[in-house]
């Protein structure tokens, strides 16, 4: 019998023990029944890395230093409405 270990309170599930598989991202996961009653939505399966460039670089920004990803975060994001007729 496979291990079954839950993704929410990371507890075994025993033999016998009610779960809910999950698929996403490419990987399986489970529930324990009391953890999928409390909350059926499957939530943080997949850490996402976020790039930017910087300096003439392209890099990920959890690799940026405190002052870089805090400027970073202050930054504003516009659209352009005007067409361009180059």
Same mark, same amino acid.
């Given at each position: 019998m496979q291990k079954h270990i839950c993704h929410d309170c990371k507890t075994e599930i025993g033999k016998g023990g009610k779960f809910m598989p999950y698929e996403a991202a490419g990987a399986s996961f489970v529930k324990c029944e009391s953890c999928h009653t409390a909350d059926p939505i499957? &939530?943080?399966? %997949? !850490?996402? !890395? #976020?790039?930017? &460039? $910087? #300096?003439?670089? $392209? &890099?990920? $920004?959890? %690799?940026w230093n405190k002052a870089k990803r805090q400027e970073f975060q202050d930054r504003l994001t516009f659209a352009s409405t005007m067409a361009c007729d180059c």
């Amino acid at each position: 019998m496979q291990k079954h270990i839950c993704h929410d309170c990371k507890t075994e599930i025993g033999k016998g023990g009610k779960f809910m598989p999950y698929e996403a991202a490419g990987a399986s996961f489970v529930k324990c029944e009391s953890c999928h009653t409390a909350d059926p939505i499957l &939530r943080n399966f %997949q !850490e996402a !890395e #976020v790039y930017s &460039r $910087i #300096v003439g670089y $392209i &890099r990920p $920004i959890k %690799q940026w230093n405190k002052a870089k990803r805090q400027e970073f975060q202050d930054r504003l994001t516009f659209a352009s409405t005007m067409a361009c007729d180059c």
